[in-house]
């Protein structure tokens, strides 16, 4: 941690290394290496490798996971991001950050019935979650906005769209309009 802080990256990477090769199972090293190289080398390809390598041995390595999610993000490869991000609900199911991103990336890649149940899920989880609220009426936007047929599911989303902007419209009522001034003042 001393050369990391000095910007040695290149000796730090190796007696990283070292620890390495004596205890391959250590899981806090294997972030730093990671960590490191993409610091040192800047290709993003061999980080990609190197974690992808490293979840082969370490399938439920959440922060992992992540880490190529979110690099996968950064670069626009949302269905590798989604797939990293569907591993981690695999290992915490409950968790509404990794819900709401699975449901943002459904909607982003034009899978909007996966993008609404998603979204379903997060309000069942927590019924005043705003994300998931405007996630559903933006969904059901995008989803029938261009159609002029009727589906069987539109008088459900239709209802479901109501529903979620009836609770935002109750939800907003609810803050002062002094807090609103406040925000708008301190912007």
């Not at 998931?132 to 906005?145: Q, T």
């Amino acid at each position: 941690m001393v050369y990391e802080l000095k910007d040695k990256n290149d000796e730090a990477l190796c007696i990283y290394k070292n620890y390495i090769y004596n205890d391959p199972s250590d899981l806090l090293i294997r972030a730093k290496i990671v960590k490191l190289k993409k610091k040192v080398e800047g290709n993003i390809n061999n980080v990609i490798q190197i974690l992808n390598d490293h979840l082969k041995e370490f399938p439920v390595d959440v922060e992992a996971w992540h880490e190529l999610g979110e690099i996968y993000l950064k670069n626009c490869y949302y269905t590798y991001a989604l797939y990293c991000f569907e591993e981690i609900l695999i290992h915490a199911p409950k968790n509404l950050y990794y819900i709401l991103s699975c449901a943002e990336l459904h909607y982003t890649i034009s899978q909007y019935e996966l993008s609404s149940k998603y979204f379903c899920l997060s309000l069942k989880l927590q019924k005043n979650n705003l994300r998931a609220l405007w996630g559903i009426v933006l969904v059901n936007l995008s989803r029938y906005g261009n159609k002029k047929g009727k589906n069987l599911n539109d008088n459900v989303d239709v209802i479901l769209t109501k529903k979620c902007i009836d609770r935002l419209y109750n939800l907003y009522d609810k803050i002062p309009t002094f807090f609103i001034g406040t925000l708008y003042f301190n912007i």
